[in-house]
């Protein structure tokens, strides 16, 4: 009886013992993932430019709960735009424009540059098979992490972020140095119908860096004309779904010279932008532009 008793006094005991460690383990292993996740993010912002094949998300800039002073920037996390997996090519801290801060200064915005190599990584634009045009995806969802850092206070931490909505956040770094504007014009006779309509056009313009201070050089003028897809009532569709803002970028810029002054660099760039496509004849046929 006795023995009965000390066994089961040593089996209490040891029941006891394990009960208290595995607490203890929970504690810490909770105390651990408190730890890791104390960087939240607070907002997330995407970059896209204009590609062959149409705009592409090209940066992520994530901006978190607290100033970090390192990143690991040699590992590969996880990044899906709109459930399309995504290779990192460098990930660093920056200011709030996403551009790379010097080694050691501490930020609260950390930027992930993402490889554009194929048109099929999460597409900014949808189809609309009604009007036969393209239009911004009514949202856009983006998953990172994790994400190593280190805190002010020396502690290692990871911040994640899962299905967030950046598309209220996109930034278009390509489309700076354009202003949008619209034109109406009533009186306007229909070749086919004989009837007078009124018609509103769209259109995004570039002006050179040089024209700016020289109001009286002659800078050459870009007009470009859209195809199907990127008509409607947005000139952003028709500059980013073309690539047309590769006309405005620098290397192209330097190409083209104002008249008799061939020190002055530069081209006006002008989109315009129908509700279909330049070539719609209005009958449902292709034609020379007159419709």
Same mark, same amino acid.
């Given at each position: 009886?006795?023995?009965?008793?000390?066994?089961?006094?040593? $089996?209490?005991?040891?029941?006891?013992?394990? $009960?208290?460690?595995?607490?203890?383990? !929970?504690?810490?292993?909770?105390?651990?993932?408190?730890? !890791?996740?104390?960087?939240?993010?607070? &907002?997330?912002?995407?970059?896209?430019? =204009?590609? +062959?094949?149409?705009?592409?998300?090209?940066?992520?800039?994530? &901006?978190?709960? #607290?100033?970090?002073?390192?990143?690991? !920037?040699?590992?590969?996390?996880?990044?899906?735009?709109?459930?399309?997996?995504? &290779?990192? !090519?460098?990930?660093?801290?920056?200011? @709030?424009?996403?551009?790379?801060?010097?080694?050691?200064?501490? /930020?609260?915005?950390?930027?992930?540059?993402?490889?554009?190599?194929?048109?099929?990584? =999460? /597409?900014?634009?949808?189809?609309?098979?009604?009007?036969?045009?393209?239009?911004?995806?009514?949202?856009?969802?983006?998953?990172?992490?994790?994400?190593?850092?280190?805190?002010?206070?020396?502690?290692?931490?990871?911040?994640?972020?899962? *299905?967030?909505?950046?598309?209220?956040?996109?930034? $278009?770094?390509?489309?700076?140095?354009?202003?949008? +504007?619209?034109?109406?014009?009533?009186?306007?006779?229909?070749?086919?119908?004989? #009837?007078?309509?009124?018609?509103?056009?769209?259109?995004?313009?570039?002006?050179?860096?040089?024209?700016?201070? &020289? /109001?009286?050089?002659?800078?050459?003028?870009?007009?470009?004309?859209? =195809? #199907?897809? +990127?008509?409607?009532?947005?000139?952003?569709?028709?500059?980013?779904?073309?690539?047309?803002?590769?006309? /405005?970028?620098?290397?192209?810029? +330097?190409?083209?010279?104002?008249?008799?002054?061939?020190?002055?660099?530069?081209?006006?760039?002008?989109?315009?932008?129908?509700?279909?496509?330049?070539?719609? @004849?209005? *009958?449902?046929?292709?034609?020379?532009?007159?419709?």
């Amino acid at each position: 009886m006795k023995k009965a008793k000390y066994w089961w006094s040593l $089996l209490a005991g040891c029941l006891g013992a394990l $009960l208290v460690l595995r607490g203890w383990g !929970s504690s810490q292993a909770a105390r651990a993932q408190a730890e !890791s996740e104390q960087v939240q993010v607070v &907002q997330a912002k995407i970059q896209a430019q =204009g590609y +062959e094949f149409g705009p592409a998300v090209n940066k992520i800039v994530l &901006q978190l709960s #607290q100033a970090v002073t390192a990143v690991d !920037s040699g590992a590969q996390p996880e990044v899906t735009t709109q459930g399309k997996a995504r &290779q990192v !090519s460098a990930l660093y801290l920056a200011d @709030e424009q996403g551009q790379a801060l010097p080694e050691g200064q501490a /930020s609260q915005w950390l930027a992930l540059d993402l490889v554009v190599d194929s048109w099929d990584l =999460g /597409s900014l634009f949808g189809y609309n098979q009604e009007r036969l045009i393209s239009q911004w995806q009514d949202k856009y969802l983006i998953a990172v992490g994790p994400v190593q850092v280190t805190t002010q206070e020396g502690k290692s931490a990871q911040v994640r972020l899962s *299905d967030y909505d950046a598309l209220p956040h996109l930034e $278009l770094p390509d489309l700076a140095g354009y202003q949008f +504007e619209q034109v109406h014009v009533d009186g306007v006779t229909n070749p086919l119908t004989g #009837q007078e309509e009124s018609q509103t056009l769209h259109y995004g313009a570039f002006e050179p860096a040089a024209a700016k201070d &020289q /109001s009286q050089a002659k800078f050459p003028l870009l007009i470009w004309l859209h =195809g #199907q897809a +990127e008509g409607g009532e947005d000139p952003r569709i028709t500059l980013l779904g073309n690539e047309v803002t590769a006309l /405005s970028r620098p290397q192209v810029q +330097e190409i083209f010279t104002a008249t008799d002054q061939p020190e002055l660099k530069g081209a006006y760039v002008l989109a315009v932008q129908t509700p279909t496509y330049w070539m719609d @004849e209005g *009958d449902g046929l292709n034609g020379p532009g007159a419709g």
